[in-house]
């Protein structure tokens, strides 16, 4: 099947900003709505956006809203997902991951907000 690779994360200071990547192997990403989530250490996994095929319909959750913000570019296989105004609540792992069907997930990538 199709895999999905996270990437961008790191540590940024409260007020800061950090640009997330998914990038998806084959052709086939068009077919997929996209959506991201957000594991904390002793959480359960959490919604945070998601954006539809054409790119023209995305959802937020009521934690990230105003602050966050997914997009895709279909011809580079890939989904964003831009953070702004992080806040330590915001650490976590970010994993991306088509939002209809099961699947594996990927190994995420670490966003860590310092006070």
Do not use: H
């Not at 009521?62 to 997902?81: E, H, M, Q």
């Amino acid at each position: 099947q199709v895999q999905f690779v996270e990437s961008g994360g790191g540590l940024v200071q409260a007020g800061g900003s950090l640009r997330l990547s998914c990038a998806a192997s084959g052709r086939t990403f068009s077919s997929y709505a996209m959506g991201w989530f957000r594991q904390a250490p002793g959480k359960e996994r959490e919604f945070v956006a998601t954006i539809n095929t054409g790119g023209t319909l995305t959802k937020y959750a009521d934690s990230v809203k105003g602050r966050f913000t997914i997009s895709r570019d279909n011809a580079k296989n890939t989904v964003y997902l831009q953070m702004n105004s992080l806040k330590p609540e915001d650490t976590a792992v970010y994993y991306c991951k088509p939002t209809v069907g099961p699947g594996p997930w990927g190994q995420g990538t670490q966003v860590t907000v310092s006070t």
